[in-house]
């Protein structure tokens, strides 16, 4: 089975702080993970993917096999990064894509 | 504009009824993914079809079934509605199994 824990369903911080949401995952193979924003209930856009290891919008995540992690950072938060972000594992012969819960990510001026 | 296209928008619908919800994937993507968002249970997948075979099932009710038809669209039909049906529907496509989905806009499902 393939699970995506997000822990946070809120984070709060000030603009110019870093910014750290987490992202846990249970699956025995190897998994893809992504991470997947929704700015004011509009349609889920994709961040960034752990494969092409690349920073979109000063974001970044590594994935972390011994820790089963896919952290999402942003040493500088702004305010335009509020929004809800989902944590998701793709995997398995049917590569169902799976989410977190997701975190809404407040920054405040 | 991620090129996946839902509708309608909005549905307005009284308990009972039913509705279909249309899904028209990116050009090229064979996969299409359904989810339900609301706000108690966030994004619940619900179903994943690949090139007109149904791959994967979530927590899809036995009310609700899907299909994806030969030129790749897709269509989910919710059955028999009760109020606590009322969320958003996300359609989702991509190339292939494993790569990167793109979602529609969503269609938001009122059942009053």
């Known amino acids: 089975a393939q699970r995506v824990t997000q822990p946070e369903k809120l984070l709060s911080v000030f603009k110019g702080a870093p910014v750290e949401l987490k992202c846990n995952y249970s699956y025995s193979g190897s998994p893809e993970l992504f991470w997947y924003v929704q700015y004011s209930r509009q349609r889920l856009q994709l961040l960034l993917r752990h494969i092409s290891r690349e920073s979109i919008k000063g974001f970044t995540a590594d994935l972390n096999k011994g820790e089963t992690s896919f952290h999402l950072k942003k040493p500088f938060a702004q305010e335009e990064d509020s929004a809800m972000y989902y944590c998701?594992?793709?995997?398995?012969?049917?590569?169902?894509?799976?989410f977190g819960k997701g975190t809404l990510l407040t920054v405040n001026p | 504009d991620s090129g996946v296209t839902q509708t309608p928008k909005h549905l307005i619908t009284a308990t009972g009824q039913r509705v279909t919800l249309r899904c028209s994937p990116r050009s090229g993507d064979l996969s299409v993914y359904w989810y339900q968002q609301s706000l108690d249970q966030g994004l619940q997948f619900l179903i994943h079809y690949y090139n007109g075979e149904e791959r994967a099932k979530g927590n899809i009710l036995e009310r609700f079934s899907a299909q994806q038809f030969p030129d790749l669209h897709s269509e989910l039909n919710l059955s028999s509605l009760e109020l606590g049906d009322s969320a958003l529907y996300f359609c989702a496509s991509s190339v292939n199994v494993g790569t990167e989905a793109f979602f529609g806009q969503g269609t938001r499902l009122t059942v009053v």
């Open positions: 998701a594992l793709s995997g398995g012969s049917n590569y169902k894509l799976t």
